[in-house]
């Protein structure tokens, strides 16, 4: 680098014999690079795993059929673009939404154990969509009947969370993580009573499924809706990049440093409640995605939002296809539900990090 | 040692205080909570030093925080250069007063440069950052703690003392006229608190610093405020301030002034007042 004003050092580096002089800390834009091809090979792969295996070239005859006007097998054709392209694209945006959720989550609380459902959210969608088979709720919105539960529960329980999080002095981190998490046991229990008192069967099927996550469901006409809400989130918080670096280093800091820390937690709180609101409601809860991804973004850029939120996002999309992979393939005909295969892989990833002694959660010794 | 401006007041009327507390009130603990600050009068001279001491609990920090805009007072008012500071946007506010708080810690996952670019902040709009013009200005605040040559190294290999230095160089980033440092020797060794401050005293800045170590306070500061029950109780040149019977009265400590064999200074020697077995 050519620095205009010339600083000399002042003081020679110290002569720690073999004592590292930096860490090797790979470029931010060398990872988003790599993590998007492998994203999209990853993208054209994962399609071809199912109940028909299908080779990548018939994959790409496909879409080429559909984006540029070549010839496909019409069987072929709708297997792979009305039922599995929707479903690796959901996969795609709901490990990314979620990867920028706990990334954001994280730093709202200062806690490195702090996932996205901390806020209440997907026990709250589970309560809505028990309510929804329970009660025949929102019994005129048809297929969406579901989503619209979950999703109704989903607000209601962050805005339950964030009203009595504020009515006792304001967003602080313990504060949140105490308030989200009692909320959620309550919102659990709430939900397991509902089945409880159901005689319908279907109730805690539906019940698990909230709870542990599926996109079995995928198609084209639900991808909008978590599209729009991870891009404009995300985009937000990129925006905002500078200021969540300064709230991670603690709210005094923040407020020294000029952030208006009230408003910011408060305008975080209600992007993150919406952003896992509506994952919740078309994907349902699935663990250890927006726990880990972020650290594992954090060892390999550092912990700087403007690398970590486009690493992690990018890093959960990758995680999330292949655990949607897993999920379809482990135990045909059926399928695994994708918090089961997050956890199964999750736990020793999180183990790993633990061990590692460069890593240190944010933590500050 | 000089006591008064170490450098002549940029302002148009020198007889303005840089910064000038009138009447302070603080409550900590919510609505309901305890009074640390009462009534409290202060003014600090540009270029000026002034050390804030005075027992644990007495309300340095907070009077610090309220001095600095990081949290509201709930009676009186702050003033700048003879402006309020309650006006103010916090990104202005930031950019007239750094704060270096007591018990802040350096992110761990940061490299020292992106801890002390944070200082940047109140100059950069919300999304940016990194670019050369603010290394520029994250080299010079490392280069007057002295360790430039750390800039991209990771903030665990630093030791104690170092990461103080970096906290600081963070401060100094924010290229703010008024330097507010809580404790900034909290945790250091005699060597290093002694380094530190003479660091501090070179700045270019009016300082407002909280410290608990009467004999350092008394080298360095151009003056010193001695806090007592959430007031001032004394307010002057150290050795004028820091009395015998002042200390007895505020830290019921017995002290007695030594001069110094070779430079002339006074030190402070200190006696418990009261026998040991009592509380402390």
């Known amino acids: 680098m050519s620095a205009p004003v010339a600083v000399r050092p002042t003081s020679p580096p110290p002569a720690g014999a073999g004592a590292p002089v930096r860490r090797r800390r790979p470029r931010t834009p060398i990872v988003v690079g790599a993590l998007l091809g492998a994203l999209l090979l990853s993208a054209v792969l994962s399609i071809g795993f199912g109940a028909e ?50 990334t ?15 806020l209440g959210v997907s026990s709250g969608a589970s309560v809505g969509a028990t309510a929804v088979i329970t009660t025949g709720l929102f019994a005129g919105a048809g297929l969406w009947a579901l989503s619209l539960g979950a999703l109704a529960g989903a607000l209601a329980a962050a805005l339950l969370v964030f ?33 409880f008192r159901s005689s319908d069967p279907q109730a805690a099927q539906s019940v698990l499924f909230w709870l542990l996550g599926s996109l079995s469901g995928a198609a084209w006409d639900q991808l909008l809706l978590p599209t729009a809400t991870v891009a ?31 408003v910011l937690r408060n305008v975080l709180f209600v992007l993150l409640a919406a952003l896992v609101g509506v994952l919740v409601a ?84 | 040692m000089t006591h008064g401006a170490r450098f002549p007041a940029p302002a148009d009327d020198p007889r303005i205080p840089h910064l000038q507390a009138r009447g302070l009130a603080c409550d900590v603990g919510g609505r309901r909570g305890r009074r640390v600050l009462a009534d409290v009068d202060l003014a600090v001279r540009h270029g000026e030093m002034l050390g804030v001491v005075g027992p644990n609990g007495t309300g340095k920090s907070t009077l610090l925080r309220v001095l600095a805009g990081v949290r509201p007072a709930a009676g009186g008012e702050v003033r700048v250069d003879g402006t309020p500071l309650a006006g103010r946007s916090p990104r202005d506010r930031a950019r007239e007063i750094a704060m270096v708080g007591q018990e802040e810690q350096p992110q761990s996952d940061l490299l020292v440069g992106e801890v002390v670019a944070l200082g940047r902040t109140p100059h950069r709009p919300p999304w940016a950052g990194g670019d050369d013009a603010e290394r520029d200005a994250v080299l010079r605040a490392l280069a007057a703690v002295e360790l430039d040559h750390a800039v991209d190294r990771s903030v665990e290999q630093l030791s104690g003392g170092e990461r103080r ?62 806090l007592h029950d959430g007031t001032v109780h004394a307010d002057g040149p150290p050795e004028d301030v820091l009395t015998p019977a002042a200390i007895r009265e505020v830290f019921g400590v017995e002290a007695v002034p030594v001069r110094h064999p070779d430079t002339g200074h006074v030190h402070l020697l200190f006696t418990t007042h009261e026998p040991a077995d009592d509380r402390c």
């Open chain 1, 53 to 102: 295996p299908l080779p990548p070239r018939v994959v790409l005859e496909v879409l080429d059929h559909r984006l540029l006007g070549g010839t496909a097998d019409p069987t072929w054709d709708a297997i792979v673009w009305d039922i599995r392209l929707p479903r690796t694209l959901l996969a795609i945006v709901v490990g990314a939404g979620l990867a920028i959720a706990g």
């Open chain 1, 104 to 118: 954001g989550i994280q730093t709202l609380v200062r806690n490195p154990l702090a996932d996205p459902y901390l």
């Open chain 1, 163 to 195: 009203g009595i999080a504020m009515a006792q002095g304001g967003l602080t981190p313990l504060r949140l993580v105490l308030t989200g998490t009692v909320l959620s046991s309550a919102f659990s229990a709430f939900a397991s009573f509902l089945v």
């Open chain 1, 232 to 262: 404009i989130v995300g985009g937000l918080l990129m925006a905002g990049c500078g200021w969540l670096d300064a709230l991670a280093a603690g709210p005094d800091t923040a407020a020294a440093l000029g952030v208006p820390v009230r």
């Open chain 1, 282 to 365: 078309v994907a349902g809860g699935i663990g250890f995605v927006g726990l880990i991804l972020p650290h594992v973004a954090r060892l390999l850029v550092g912990a700087r939002h403007r690398a970590v939120l486009p690493v992690a996002a990018l890093a959960g999309a990758l995680f999330l296809v292949w655990v949607d992979v897993a999920a379809r393939v482990a135990v045909r005909p059926t399928e695994v539900p994708l918090s089961v295969v997050t956890g199964l892989i999750g736990a020793p990833i999180f183990l790993l990090l633990l061990g590692r002694r460069t890593y240190r959660f944010g933590g500050s010794s």
């Open chain 2, 165 to 226: 230095r970096v906290l600081l160089a963070r401060g100094l980033a924010q290229e703010a006229p008024l330097l507010v440092l809580d404790e900034p020797t909290n945790h250091l060794d005699v060597r290093h608190q002694l380094a530190l401050m003479r660091m501090i005293r070179r700045l270019e800045r009016t300082v407002v610093v909280a410290i608990h170590d009467l004999n350092l306070a008394m080298a360095v500061c151009d003056r010193v405020a001695i």
